[in-house]
């Protein structure tokens, strides 16, 4: 069964730093893309980034350009998110959600989210 | 402001139909694949469509994707009250090389 498992949010002060990880299971972790996508208190969803199975690629909506870092560790079957300079705009459920074809491009499993809240 | 446009909401009865309606350019719907997803609050989105018409495994055949040059189009047929969620369209924008999503479509069965 594909499971993947976000951790890592939690409340941080605007400016400050976070990594949010998500663990997969189930599944090939290093043969998919990966992604992460983020939803905002009464917003819809927003994408945030993207990384190519081997993590040769990676792909930033401009709203976190130049400020988040996506990596993953095919050894430990996980994919991260690395959130600099946070502000209140990033206050959002982030989702980590498996590509099922890059040729494609759609997220065929999703984790249950986890919550990041900037505020001071 | 979301790349792809979707209307806020749409209703309609138990048993009856609704389509929802997903517009966006060449560099995002008209040359990249579709997908839908269906989200309740506090859980997990889950996906309904992928390749503007395809289902995955455990999807119902009451719901359909199509296509047509910019457009993309989710069918629900035989509305059920457990259908009543927000249903986003996504794709590939080749211009901002990111995904997109649309505003995202609140159904109501009435």
């Known amino acids: 069964e594909v499971q993947l498992v976000e951790s890592g949010g939690g409340l941080v002060q605007p400016g400050e730093s976070l990594r949010l990880s998500c663990a997969a299971s189930?599944?090939?972790?290093?043969?998919?893309?990966m992604h992460w996508v983020r939803q905002a208190p009464g917003k819809g969803l927003e994408y945030v980034s993207a990384?190519?199975?081997?993590?040769?690629?990676?792909y930033y909506a401009d709203s976190v350009k130049g400020r988040f870092t996506i990596s993953r560790d095919n050894s430990k079957n996980t994919l991260y998110l690395h959130m600099g300079s946070l502000t209140t705009e990033d206050m959002a459920v982030y989702y980590c959600?498996?590509?099922?074809?890059?040729?494609?491009?759609?997220?065929?499993?999703w984790g249950q989210g986890t919550l990041v809240t900037v505020s001071s | 402001q979301s790349v792809l446009t979707q209307p806020p909401s749409v209703s309609a009865a138990p048993g009856q139909k609704v389509t929802i309606s997903c517009s966006g350019s060449?560099?995002?719907?008209?040359?990249?694949?579709v997908s839908w997803y269906q989200h309740l609050p506090g859980t997990a989105p889950k996906l309904l469509i992928y390749?503007?018409?395809k289902r995955p495994s455990g999807i119902p055949d009451r719901f359909s994707g199509s296509k047509s040059g910019t457009s993309a189009t989710l069918g629900i047929t035989g509305l059920q009250t457990g259908d009543e969620a927000v249903y986003y369209c996504?794709?590939?924008?080749?211009?901002?090389?990111?995904?997109?999503f649309g505003g995202g479509t609140k159904l109501t069965v009435l």
């Open positions: 390749e503007n018409n």
């Open positions: 060449s560099s995002n719907i008209g040359n990249n694949y």
């Open positions: 189930g599944f090939s972790f290093s043969s998919y893309a």
């Open positions: 996504g794709t590939w924008d080749s211009s901002l090389s990111v995904g997109v």
């Open positions: 990384i190519t199975n081997n993590g040769g690629n990676t």
């Open positions: 959600a498996r590509d099922g074809d890059w040729n494609y491009v759609y997220f065929d499993y």
